[in-house]
């Protein structure tokens, strides 16, 4: 049993390390506007690379971080996005277990993980987020999670209603802090973003979302501030937290409803 489960966790981590590099080309060449179908080469000397450098995690540590064609540094970008992919993978499967009738719901939270790593990637690095982009993962990712809902037992009616209220309250909540701060405390692509999730997580898992992501972000921009990484005033990109609470809130919502309801029974 302990083998098979491993070897099921290790074939999730592989899997998502690829999908964690299809992540950095999608999140380079939206930002480059370039095709995505074109050869991997490297950023610096252009040199298209081989297949033996394409190889995730590995090949950067192989190569020591460095182009296997002139020497250049390769940005920790490339291994980090690709361990993030395999942890979501390993968590969305490990949730899971046992598997029986489960695998609609690890492609959900897996697919949906990678879809936030991107935007996390593009607002990170230069601090922009796709708009079109979003806004087509937000109508897929809103309609699977809806129908995967609704094939669980819940009512269309209460689906319907609860994605229509976290659309609408997450909105207004973003909206509301853009227009009084004057764009100083998030820019419009969080706006959108905080959006799209409301669509896609519904209500009360948005709210969950919302107070985790401040949760995050709080406590990263605390910690930078006194390690003398960020200046006071300082715009920082606000999708990373955005992204880890709407993971938390897909991975802990129900628990942590389950015991409000008891606690104030």
Known sequence: MFISIFILLLLAAVIGAVFGSFANVVAIRTHDESSLWGRSHCMECKIPLKARHLVPIASYLIQRGKCAQ???????????VEVAGAL??????????????QWQWIAFEFLFGMALLIFVVMDARWMELPVEMMVGAGVV??????????????????VAWSHAVGFS????????????????????????????????????????AVYFAYIFGGTAAIVLL????????????????????????????????????????
């Open 88 to 101: 979501i993978a390993i968590i969305a499967v490990a949730r899971h277990i046992p598997l029986q009738g």
């Open 141 to 158: 990712f809103s309609l699977w999670n809806m129908l995967l809902r609704v094939s669980s037992g819940e009512s269309v009616a209460v």
């Open 226 to 265: 006194i390690s003398g990484r960020l200046k006071p005033g300082t715009r920082v990109p606000f999708a990373p937290a955005l992204a880890a609470g709407a993971i938390a809130a897909v991975w802990w919502t129900p628990w942590l409803m389950a015991w409000l309801a008891y606690a104030f029974a």
């Open 70 to 80: 002139c020497g250049k540094h390769i940005h920790i970008q490339y291994p980090l």
């Open 169 to 208: 309250v997450a909105t207004m909540f973003f909206l509301l802090q853009w227009m009084v701060s004057r764009k100083r405390w998030i820019g419009s692509g969080d706006v959108w973003l905080g959006a799209i999730l409301g669509g896609i997580l519904g209500w009360p898992s948005v709210g969950m």
